[in-house]
């Protein structure tokens, strides 16, 4: 049965990078690209990075239902679309959606038998030095998701399995998130999500 890997974690954590390096490497997933109304970056593609809409074209998704959930963080809106996630799983592939903690528990309230992934950094520290290396963010945002993380961290019970994503060892990562859909094909009664 395709399993439905929910990966979550703090801004500046690295799941961006995780899910790209899993790309390049032809892991065999059905990866979805969220809907964001945030304004995209330099490096970011459309339909590839986000599917980067406007906010009328966000409120109709929300309207018509194609949104498993959504959520507005940092003030703007992020959704994981509903078909992309059911085509691929009636396809049979496993499919990994990425969200924030707050998208996570909304998924874990509709599909409990999702796989919840939480991704951890080494330190706030280090964290906050992946932050302020990606320049993307004022000093008051900076501050705002620092203050977020530590909080998204005390929400650890909701997650089945925890990872620390050090930098420079997205492998690592990789290989532990493979180990995990290995081991929860293995289960006497492996999960199976219908949307």
Request: charged fraction near 25%; include cysteine; hydrophobic fraction near 40%.
């Amino acid at each position: 049965m395709p399993l439905l890997i929910v990966l979550s974690g703090p801004s500046g954590v690295g799941k961006d990078a995780v899910l790209t390096r899993m790309r390049k490497l032809g892991c065999p997933f059905h990866y979805v690209v969220t809907a964001t109304t945030r304004s995209r970056r330099a490096v970011e593609k459309d339909g590839v990075d986000y599917h980067f809409l406007s906010q009328e074209e966000f409120q109709r998704m929300i309207d018509e239902g194609q949104l498993l959930e959504w959520a507005r963080v940092y003030g703007n809106c992020y959704g994981v679309p509903k078909a992309e996630i059911s085509q691929a799983l009636s396809a049979g592939m496993d499919v990994v959606v990425k969200v924030d903690v707050q998208g996570a528990a909304t998924i874990k309230s509709i599909l409990s038998e999702a796989v919840f992934v939480f991704l951890m950094p080494p330190s706030m520290e280090e964290l906050e030095a992946r932050l302020r290396h990606r320049h993307s963010e004022s000093s008051s945002e900076l501050t705002l998701r620092l203050a977020r993380a530590k909080e998204e961290t005390g929400s650890l019970a909701l997650f089945d399995y925890v990872l620390t994503s050090h930098e420079g060892r997205i492998d690592d990562v990789i290989s532990q998130i493979k180990a995990i859909v290995v081991s929860e094909k293995c289960r006497a009664n492996p999960r199976s999500v219908r949307l």
